[in-house]
């Protein structure tokens, strides 16, 4: 399997994540809205601000550890949500749909959003915005930062 990277700058998180909101207009209002951390905080933020929604919950659910996918655990449960009647639920990607299935179950009746979708997990959401291949990583701004590449003929050894 060939793996691709697929950068998303701030800017470029922000302006998904914005029209995400617009997709989510519709569809609202919502009684408040569930981040799933870590990586559905910001994205969640933003809608947020764009719904002018002031409840705001988490639920932490821990899928990796030292680079390596495990069995989820759920952490930190998503108590003033119930069973998600009237909540929006948002995360920066599904991807195979593990940390999906997990929240699905806890709040059944959530509307699922997301910025970015893999095949693999794309059914288990309700809204997203940008789809990407299985086989690509995405470098989320919050795990990466700017250094200095070496040009081209310097790494081909000339």
């Given at each position: 399997m060939t793996n691709r990277y697929y950068t998303v700058s701030w800017d470029q998180l922000h302006r998904d994540s914005k029209a995400l909101a617009w997709r989510l207009m519709e569809r609202g209002p919502f009684r408040g809205?569930?981040?799933i951390t870590r990586g559905g905080l910001i994205p969640a933020a933003i809608v947020a601000r764009e719904l002018e929604a002031r409840l705001i919950e988490t639920v932490s659910v821990v899928t990796y550890h030292e680079e390596e996918r495990g069995r989820p655990q759920v952490t930190k449960p998503p108590a003033a949500a119930g069973d998600g009647e009237g909540?929006?639920?948002?995360?920066?990607?599904?991807?195979?749909?593990?940390?999906?299935?997990?929240?699905r179950e806890l709040l059944p009746k959530a509307h699922f959003a997301t910025v970015y979708?893999?095949?693999k997990g794309r059914p288990l959401v309700d809204t997203f915005i940008t789809e990407v291949s299985q086989d690509t990583w995405i470098l989320f701004p919050w795990d990466t930062e700017?250094?200095?590449?070496?040009?081209?003929?310097?790494?081909?050894?000339?």
């Open positions: 809205i569930v981040a909540w929006l639920l948002v995360d920066d990607l599904v991807d195979t749909g593990t940390t999906a299935k997990v929240v979708a893999k095949p700017a250094q200095f590449v070496a040009p081209i003929a310097r790494s081909a050894g000339k």
